[in-house]
Nanobody, 123 residues
Framework: QVRLVESGGGLVQPGGSLRLSCTAS????????MGWYRQGLGKERELVAM???????NYSDSVKDRFTITRDNDKNTVVLQMNNLKSEDTAVYYC?????????????????WGQGTQVTVSS
């Protein structure tokens, strides 16, 4: 089982910055990738950014050049630095673990989600 603890988020004016952090804890052997999805009001959940253990990143086109994702593998922590925020970035942001392996090899890898943190960009 993996538990995800998210921090950051809040209210910021357009053009401002916020930092989201997510730490995975629990009993697991390894995690393939960690990152963030978001869901705006009345919209589907969408990928924001993900990063693998090897450091390979994947960003949504809408956040490239504005958001940066980093990961501390030793601490199982992922950080999303969000700069030049726009009103369309307003959403609930969810931390996501892509494939966490159990110590028990008979148990297949599983995905996990955080509870979500609200990001509101408004003047």
């Amino acid at each position: 089982q993996v538990r995800l603890v998210e921090s950051g988020g809040g209210l910021v004016q357009p053009g401002g910055s916020l930092r989201l952090s997510c730490t995975a804890s629990g009993s697991f052997l390894a995690i393939y990738a960690m990152g963030w999805y978001r869901q705006g009001l009345g919209k589907e959940r969408e990928l924001v950014a993900m990063i693998t253990t090897a450091g390979k990143t994947n960003y949504s086109d809408s956040v490239k050049d504005r958001f940066t994702i980093t990961r501390d593998n030793d601490k199982n922590t992922v950080v999303l630095q969000m700069n030049n925020l726009k009103s369309e970035d307003t959403a609930v942001y969810y931390c996501h673990v892509d494939r966490a392996w159990s110590h028990d090899s008979h148990i297949p890898p599983a995905d996990y989600w955080g509870q979500g943190t609200q990001v509101t960009v408004s003047s």
